[in-house]
């Protein structure tokens, strides 16, 4: 089965630069377009609002306030940062890419984004293995999908048209 796009979840969360080489080299392998959908997830963003956030440096031990515009702007400079791994890794795999900006959850934004892609699609929810087997799912399971991201599987979902075989 021909894969026409790889779409990578990025969450500000993942280190995913070599997430982001594995597909780049397989979308050459596959001669597909290679996405990248960088997540600004709406939770943390509604963590961050809360007068009690906060986070503790692992080093130090020390504990620092967070408010939702010291979070919006982390996740600009970790978008920036993919963004910049993305095209260095499409770049050494002379592949042709995009990258795009997306706030929501993880499950709804990445499903959102490989639907409205034609063809066949690889979905890599943040820090899924792109070695493992993908899971087979139909556009026309659209709850099956979410699901299956929700549940953070480490497994990379190949999206099909309704009328291609869907695993059972």
């Not at 982001?20 to 080299?25: H, M």
Request: with cysteine; proline share 5%; net charge neutral.
């Amino acid at each position: 089965m021909k894969v026409d796009r790889i779409v990578a979840g990025l969450h500000p969360g993942h280190r995913s630069a070599r997430v982001l080489e594995a597909a780049a080299k397989r979308a050459h392998a596959l001669d597909a377009e290679l996405v990248g959908l960088f997540i600004e997830d709406i939770d943390l963003l509604h963590f961050a609002a809360m007068p009690f956030a906060c986070e503790i440096d692992t080093v130090s031990g020390r504990r620092r306030s967070v408010d939702r515009a010291a979070m919006e702007r982390y996740m600009s400079v970790r978008a920036a940062e993919m963004r910049e791994a993305l095209h260095a890794a499409a770049g050494r795999s002379a592949v042709h890419w995009s990258f795009r900006v997306a706030r929501g959850t993880v499950a709804d934004q990445l499903i959102a984004v490989g639907v409205e892609q034609e063809g066949t699609v690889l979905l890599l929810p943040p820090g899924a293995d792109i070695d493992q087997p993908p899971r087979i799912v139909s556009r026309a399971q659209l709850e099956r999908i979410a699901l299956i991201v929700r549940g953070q599987q480490q497994q990379p979902i190949l999206l099909v048209s309704p009328d291609a075989p869907a695993e059972g």
